[in-house]
């Protein structure tokens, strides 16, 4: 059954409130705020370490594999929770796809262990 434009009406104004909130709040914020600028406030705060050298240092590709994998991983890992809720209205269908999810998911974290992307050297 299609829907007619009046059963997204709330929808359409409850995303205009929300685009109109952040408008007006930056708006408001940046006339209203203070504007005073200083070397102290310009400067770069690290923790309260004083800076040193150029912050365009090259990092470790390893370092970023990692928080891609994590961030992989973290996500297939979120899939499982409503096959948790749902585990005994889904019966063994359900039993049957997450084993088969489990197995691709397992496969590929043996072929990342096995490439040694999680080595740190």
């Known amino acids: 059954m299609q829907g ?4 997204y009406l709330p929808i359409a104004l409850t995303f205009l409130v ?3 909130f952040v408008v007006t709040t930056m708006v408001v914020t940046h006339i209203l705020g203070p ?3 200083s070397k102290i406030k310009l400067n770069t705060f690290e923790c309260g370490i004083e800076s040193k050298g150029n ?9 970023f594999l990692v928080a ?10 979120i899939f499982m929770y409503p096959w948790a809720v749902n585990f005994k ?3 063994l269908f359900g039993f049957v796809e997450m084993f088969i999810f489990m197995g691709l998911f397992l496969t590929g974290f043996y072929y990342i262990v096995k490439k040694g992307a999680l080595n740190w050297e």
């Open 89 to 91: 209205s889904l019966g």
């Open 68 to 77: 891609i994998l994590f961030v992989l991983f973290d996500v297939e890992v």
């Open 35 to 37: 504007n005073r600028k």
């Open 4 to 7: 007619n434009f009046y059963d």
């Open 55 to 63: 912050a365009r240092m090259p990092f470790s590709v390893k370092y």
């Open 18 to 20: 929300a685009a109109g």
